[in-house]
C-alpha cells in the first residue's frame, strides 16, 4: 500500500518556474514506477511523465518535453517534477501516481494503482 501527498503548486506567471513534490509512504516505494497526470476543467486527466522505480527510464509528454523534468529520491521516498517556462497551457490540477510494475514506464492512467489527491498549478498569461 502506498499513499502519495503532492505539493509544491500555486500561482505562477507565464515563463515561470514551480516545483512538484509527491511524497509517498509505505515500505515498498522504491518498487512502483511513478508517473505525473494533469487534467484541466473540461478535459481528460494526461500523463505529463513518468519514470521507472530505477529512475533510469524516463518518458515526457511532447508538450512538457524539455521544460519538466522528473526525478526521484527511493530513500526520501519522494519524487519531483521541476516545471519551467511553464505556459498558461500548463494550467491544471496535477496528480502523482504510482503504478506496481517498477521496470515498465506507462503512460496510461488505468495502470497506475495508487493515486494523490492532486495540486494545482495556474499559470497565468
Known amino acids: 500500500q502506498v499513499q502519495l501527498v503532492e505539493s509544491g503548486g500555486g500561482l505562477v506567471q507565464a515563463g515561470g518556474s514551480l516545483r512538484l513534490s509527491c511524497a509517498a509512504s509505505?515500505?515498498?516505494?522504491?518498487?512502483?514506477?511513478m508517473g505525473w497526470f494533469r487534467q484541466a476543467p473540461g478535459k481528460e486527466r494526461e500523463v505529463v511523465a513518468a519514470?521507472?522505480?530505477?529512475?533510469?527510464?524516463?518518458y515526457y509528454a511532447d508538450s512538457v518535453q524539455g521544460r519538466f523534468t522528473l526525478s526521484r529520491d527511493n530513500a526520501k521516498k519522494t519524487v519531483w517534477l521541476q516545471m519551467n517556462s511553464l505556459k498558461p497551457d500548463d494550467t491544471a490540477a496535477y496528480y502523482c501516481?504510482?503504478?506496481?510494475?517498477?521496470?515498465?514506464?506507462?503512460?496510461?492512467?488505468?495502470?497506475?494503482?495508487?493515486w494523490g489527491q492532486g495540486t494545482q498549478v495556474t499559470v497565468s498569461s
Open positions: 501516481a504510482a503504478d506496481d510494475a517498477p521496470a515498465t514506464v506507462t503512460t496510461t492512467p488505468g495502470d497506475y494503482d495508487y
Open positions: 509505505g515500505p515498498t516505494f522504491g518498487r512502483y514506477a
Open positions: 519514470i521507472s522505480w530505477t529512475g533510469g527510464s524516463t
